[in-house]
């Protein structure tokens, strides 16, 4: 391969060295699959700003500072738990540090399963945190479908999140089997310890946006 | 090679010569899972034909209703659900409502986008660039499966309780989002569905062209040095990836509103039925120029081959098709100027949209400036290619005056607009879709079509598609409105009534255009001669392969020394030099 040729073309060009996966195909560079990643994160976060900015004309139309609406079809409609999610957020965003403290530690050619397990049990505990807050707001007469647009947005956007929180733990999970059960990741090569690492980041970073805007604007 | 069957029916490799993991699978097998790019492009291909002509009906028995009203449509009549059409085989009010949304959804998101997209984009992306496939083959298979099955569950809305959605391709809220206004709740809901499952076979596309383009391209093929189809299709990439979320979020809204109660759309709970217009043309303007902008990519390649001359401006179309990129993005209020909106900010998005005109003219003025003085070629893409050069001039002039509030205003809800979108969907769009057809067949297919053929085509349908829709204007200025099944109860469309007969004749007429296409292509795909691996004297890698190609397409990776249109160079014999060929020391290039 003409070397100089290759380097002046190569703005964004990952290195063509490929190893190969067990049926004898090359596998994808990491670089590629990490720009994928992010491409794919891209547009969930139009996704959630899809959602996001429905709200906020939802929010706009109605008077923005006359929120929550006390009073719905005769129901008195319930503030937000802003502390058990503050605790609640507090865990999430810390299991995102976990999780890259298990990453670190595979880069350094340790195991780090504990770690990732510790992150995927974090999360869960989010979602379990966030289950009993529907819950109680469940019971104080908000839903989908009751305390009106209030209730919607509320439930849809946590709904939609905490969806993908579910997917996120399963996915450490599977990471977690992986590294225990085959030893999978290591300092040379560990795509999909570093993609869901990327998947998880996000999450957690939308989280925090979703606190603001649904607890305390 | 002597392991290496030819594939009549698609015309590549079925083997490839390593191993029996995941490509080489014969028989159903290779149709159903197979992860070269090539095979995908033909899936997507042959799929979005049989969308093609149920969309394509569904206009015809629209144009029948609206010439002749309540006369039973012949053959078409009694192929159409009873939701549809009454006994005899009329179209019933509510059945024209269903078709005007099903033929909008349908031509959109089942033929023009992937067929732009999805065959195209496959198919040049990796060959133009000098990859053996896309960065992820299986998630491209992936979005092929995905897109056949949205298709399913949008045909299955006609067989739903209440039938098709009748709410346009739109579903403006409340109507769409309120079970008693659009009578099928079930419908609405699966049309829901399908365009989130769609837009999925889109991201995933989407990620994948991408991620193909920055990080797989040939030693040499620097970003500067891509042919424009390839710098079209990635720009469109981007827009999917940043518009088609925003749709698939609010079609999930109008999902739970119509089956969990939520208000989003629903006034009485706080909600607002704007919201949708919003969402829905946040995602649908963007979606006019993911639908273009490929268009204009395989244009500006078909016209210098053609022309035997470099495309004038490279890099100008290159910004000029980034820059439509931007502006398509906040535009959206342009399609809302009737719905109720502040004075100030129906200026704002007036002004952005006729910036849209500049890039726009610069494209148009280097289409221009590439077959000025050139050697031109007449052939039947050439011709489709012009074709979309002046039918885009035609509907992206009368874009712009709509852009201006007052006009809009008195042409909203009017068939000018009707006119205007086809001349920008049909007449630039599809006429560039049969450009390329027409240029790459030879390369997909291993075989030519049949010349003779291809003119019957290109003149029948350039007369009758004019025929169609330029009476159109006349008639949305003389006050026609748009989604009426009947014309005739008013009395102040009476006079205009032949123009809707002459509509319709194009109509029927533009149908039968087809006939010739579908037979050239099928015809030749057995019969057609063998085609030579560069039929055109064309530049780019796609064409240095012999055919049929390969799976991996390229036996050894090339290498490129310059920029994708070298025609006619001064001092050369030949008047073409291929991207993977040196030029002769005493040959001096110009830039890129």
Partial sequence: MNNAAFNNASLFHAPTVQEADHHGHPKTDPKICRLGTIVFLCSEALLFSGLISAYLVVRAAGGFSNWPPNFHDGIELPAMPRLLTGINTVILVSSSFVYHAAESAVKKGKSGSSLILLAAMLGATFVGIQCVEWTNLYREGLWFNKGGVYGSSFFTLTGFHGAHVCIGVLLILWCFYLQVTRRTFTPQRHVALENVGLYWHFVDVVWVFLYVILYWL | ?592
Avoid at chain 2, 181 to 205: D, H, K, M, P, R
Avoid at chain 2, 251 to 279: C, E, K, M, V
Avoid at chain 2, 528 to 546: D, H, M, Q, Y
Wanted: aromatic share 16%; charged share 10%.
């Fill in chain 2, 1 to 592: 090679m002597s392991a290496t069957t030819v594939d009549a029916s698609i015309g590549m490799d079925v083997h490839d010569g390593h191993g029996s993991h995941g490509h080489g699978k014969k028989g159903l097998m290779h149709y159903i899972w197979n992860t070269d790019h090539k095979v995908i492009a033909m899936q997507f291909l042959w799929t979005s034909i049989i969308y093609l002509v149920l969309g394509g009906s569904m206009a015809i028995a629209m144009r029948w209703q609206l010439a002749w009203p309540g006369h039973p449509i012949p053959i078409l009549g009694h192929l159409l659900p009873s939701t549809v059409v009454s006994e005899d085989g009329a179209l019933i009010p509510g059945g024209y409502n269903m078709l005007v949304t099903m033929h909008g959804t349908i031509l959109v998101f089942f033929v023009a986008m992937p067929v732009l997209i999805g065959v195209f984009g496959n198919f040049l992306i990796p060959l133009k660039i000098g990859a053996g496939d896309m960065a992820f083959p299986a998630l491209n298979e992936l979005s092929y499966w995905l897109f056949s099955i949205s298709g399913l569950i949008m045909i299955a809305t006609f067989f739903a309780p209440g039938g098709a959605p009748g709410t346009g391709w739109t579903a403006y809220a409340p109507l769409s989002s309120h079970g008693p206004y659009n009578g099928t709740s079930l419908g609405q809901t699966l049309w829901c569905v399908s365009l989130f499952v769609n837009g999925l076979s889109s991201l995933t596309g989407a990620v994948n062209y991408i991620t193909t383009v920055i990080t797989m391209r040939a030693p040499g093929m620097t970003m500067f040095r891509m042919p424009l189809p390839v710098w079209a299709i990635f720009i469109t990439a981007i827009l999917l990836i940043f518009a088609i979320p925003v749709l698939s979020a609010a079609a999930a809204l109008i999902i739970f509103d119509l089956n969990f109660g939520t208000s989003f759309y629903r006034p009485a709970g706080g909600g607002q039925p704007l919201l949708w217009q919003h969402l829905f043309w946040f995602f649908g303007h963007p979606e006019v120029y993911i639908l273009v902008l490929p268009a204009m990519g395989f244009t500006s390649e078909i016209l210098a081959v053609f022309s035997r001359k470099p495309v004038f401006g490279y890099k100008a179309m290159v910004y000029a098709m980034s820059v439509i990129g931007f502006l398509g993005f906040i535009v959206w209020g342009h399609h809302m100027y009737v719905s109720g909106m502040q004075l100030w900010l129906s200026a704002a998005f007036g002004v952005s949209t006729m910036v849209i005109a500049v890039p726009s003219a610069i494209k148009t003025f280097n289409w221009m400036g590439t077959i000025w003085r050139g050697s031109i070629h007449y052939t039947v893409p050439m011709a489709f290619a012009v074709a979309f050069v002046s039918m885009f001039v035609i509907g992206g002039l009368s874009g712009i005056f709509m852009a201006s509030t007052p006009v809009d205003l008195f042409v909203h809800h009017t068939y000018f607009i009707v006119a205007h979108f086809h001349y920008v969907i049909f007449g630039a769009i599809v006429f560039s879709v049969f450009a390329a057809i027409y240029f790459w067949y030879p390369k997909m297919s291993g075989r030519m079509w049949n010349e003779t053929l291809g003119w019957i085509h290109f003149w029948m349908s350039f007369v009758f598609f004019n025929l169609t829709f330029f009476p159109m204007h006349n008639l949305g200025l003389a006050g026609m409105m748009r989604r009426i099944s009947d014309p005739t109860v008013y009395d102040c469309l009476k006079q205009v009534q032949p123009l809707n007969v002459i509509c319709t004749i194009g109509a029927i007429g533009l149908g039968l255009s087809t006939i010739p296409f579908l037979i050239n292509m099928f015809w030749s795909l057995k019969y057609g001669p063998k085609a030579p691996a560069n039929p055109w004297n064309s530049t780019t890698l796609e064409w240095t392969l012999e055919n049929p190609i390969q799976h991996g397409n390229f036996p050894v990776t090339p290498t490129i020394y310059h920029g994708p249109y070298e025609y006619s160079i001064p001092g050369m014999e030949k008047d073409f030099l291929p991207q993977n060929e040196k030029a002769p020391d005493h040959i001096k290039l110009e830039a890129h």
